[in-house]
């Protein structure tokens, strides 16, 4: 059974850092990528990166770009979701999610099909 854990939410002021983990579990693709995502309450669900296992690609959204990096550390199945310069919209439940059918050059999954629990994260003013 494939699993996806988030870690590592919580309150944080504006300005500061979180780093969230995903570790992952109970698969064996060849390959595959790791997304991230939050939704806000009355917001749509906002992709925000992803990163390919076999290259290391990575997809950053325009909101997040320059503040968030997404790494991972493949000898221990997880995912990282590195949060600087925090701002109070950025308060959402995030979650992590992974797809493996990939098409050449890119770095995120065509879908994703699995998806974690989700953690909230907070940022106050």
């Known amino acids: 059974e494939v699993q996806l854990v988030e870690s590592g939410g919580g309150l944080v002021q504006a300005g500061g850092s979180l780093r969230l983990s995903c570790k992952t579990s109970?698969?064996?693709?060849?390959?595959?990528?790791v997304g991230w995502f939050r939704q806000a309450p009355g917001k749509e669900r906002e992709h925000l990166s992803c990163?390919?296992?076999?290259?290391?690609?990575?997809y950053y959204a325009d909101s997040v770009k320059g503040r968030f990096t997404t790494s991972s550390d493949n000898t221990k199945n997880t995912v990282y979701l590195q949060m600087n310069s925090l701002k109070p919209e950025d308060t959402a439940v995030y979650y992590c999610a992974l797809g493996s059918v990939l098409s050449y050059g890119n770095s995120c999954p065509s879908w994703y099909d699995y998806w974690g629990q989700g953690t909230q994260v907070t940022v106050s003013s």
């Open positions: 109970g698969f064996t693709f060849d390959d595959y990528a």
């Open positions: 990163i390919r296992r076999s290259t290391g690609s990575t």
